[in-house]
Each structure stands twice: as C-alpha cells, then as structure tokens.
C-alpha cells in the first residue's frame, strides 16, 4: 500500500542553520506530495505542494522538489528562524482517486536562538 | 469563517462508556475527514465523506465506530464501549473536491479532540 517514510526527529539546530527533513514515499499511480506543519498548540496546516514529478513546491522560505526517480520529497530552507520549531509531516495522496491523504509519522524540529 | 472547529477539546471518560465527538468544518467545504492520531504518529486517516455522502473507511475502523454527516455539513464521530487503546487525539478536517485534473484539495484542520480513556 501507499506509504511515507521521514527521518525521525527530534532535530535541533541553531538559528540561520540550513534545514533539511528527509522524505520518501511508496505509492502506485501518481501521487501528490505534501509537507504539512503543526505548530505548538495549533492545528496542523499545509506547508507546501507539489502535483507532479520535478514540480518544486515553496512557501515561507521552505521548498521541497517532487523527485520521481528517488520517490523523495526532501524539506529543505536555507536559514531557520526560532518560528520554525514544530513538527513536520510529509504526506501523500494518490493522484486516481484523491481521496484521502496519506501522513508519515512526523519530524519535530527546534531552533536554538 | 472561522475555520474547522471541534468539540469537545478535551474528553476523559472510562473504559466501556460511548463518547461522541463533533466537528463543524468550513461551510463552503463538501468533503470531511476523521483521523486519528497518537504521541510522536502522524494522523491515521479514519474515514472521509463527501456531503452527506461516507466514501470510504478505514480497516482501523472497527465496528465499535460509527461516523455520520446527516445533512452534509457537521459530522460526529461516535465511539462505544471505550477502550483503552483508543486513546488519541481525533482530527476532523475539511477541504474541497479534487481539482479539476484530480489533485487532492489542502487539507484545513481543527484542533482536535483529545481522547483519555481510564
């Protein structure tokens, strides 16, 4: 079955540090691929998108490149900022159906300042 | 709108009691979800509706689980005869249909409902 595999946390940088959160994923058909973050106390909310494989999905400095050849969607920023720290889940929904969306178990990321 | 919204924020009940949980998602969305999540897991997808429609459910959905949208708006997710293991946070989510080319729609969360059986 469809499935997604990020490296497990907790990570801990410093502030300005370059960021990157290993995602990837099993599936058949094409899926989407997402990253979701969830903030303390707060619901968790999408992060960036990508519909389709080379397709580079970006938002509030984070960016993610749909890798069909690796089956990989890497979370990367290249300065972490205090605001940052949370808990980050790459996900998946299959492409055929859309029908639900699939989460990995989650990366929780702290920034020293 | 004041987004996804979930009651109540907190329940603690013991083993063998029903509990019922509501969710009241964005009004202009047609589909809602129910996932379950427990300490350092990401959400475990449940079931999902599309109006009033349910369309599909998980294998983690025993029969001790029942889930209803009657009029195609809020949904309540019933659980009976508790049992320990079913302690977890339940998340209720809403989105609109697939795009055009069939991508999923973003996912909007509440805050979910916390779950402690004794």
């Known amino acids: 079955g469809n499935s997604v595999t990020q490296m497990e946390g907790p990570v801990t940088l410093s502030e300005e540090a370059f960021l990157t959160i290993n995602c990837t994923y099993t599936?058949?058909?094409?899926?989407?691929l997402f990253w979701y973050v969830q903030y303390p106390g707060e619901g968790l909310q999408l992060l960036l998108k990508?519909?389709?494989?080379?397709d580079k999905g970006s938002n509030k400095g984070f960016e993610a490149t749909y890798r069909k050849e690796t089956t990989s969607f890497h979370l990367e920023k290249g300065s972490v900022q205090v605001s940052d720290s949370a808990v980050y889940f790459c996900?998946?929904?299959?492409?055929?159906?859309?029908?639900?969306?699939?989460f990995g178990s989650g990366t929780r990321l702290s920034i020293r300042p | 709108d004041t987004g996804v919204s979930q009651n109540p924020r907190h329940k603690i009940t013991k083993r063998g009691q029903n509990v019922t949980f509501r969710c009241d998602p964005i009004?202009?969305?047609?589909?809602l979800y129910w996932y379950r999540q427990t300490l350092g897991q990401g959400p475990e997808f449940l079931t999902y509706?599309?109006?009033?429609?349910?369309?599909?459910k998980s294998r983690l959905l025993s029969d001790r689980f029942s889930a209803e949208r009657p009029k195609g708006s809020f949904s309540t997710l019933e659980i009976q005869r508790t049992e320990q293991g079913d302690s977890a946070m339940y998340l209720c989510?809403?989105?609109?249909?697939?795009?055009?080319?069939?991508?999923?729609?973003?996912?909007?969360f509440g805050e979910g409902s916390r779950l402690t059986v004794l």
């Open positions: 989510a809403s989105s609109y249909p697939p795009g055009l080319a069939g991508e999923a729609g973003e996912l909007f």
């Open positions: 996900a998946l929904s299959e492409y055929s159906s859309a029908s639900k969306i699939i």
């Open positions: 509706f599309q109006n009033e429609a349910q369309l599909e």
């Open positions: 599936a058949t058909g094409y899926p989407s």
């Open positions: 990508a519909t389709k494989a080379d």
């Open positions: 009004s202009e969305h047609n589909r």
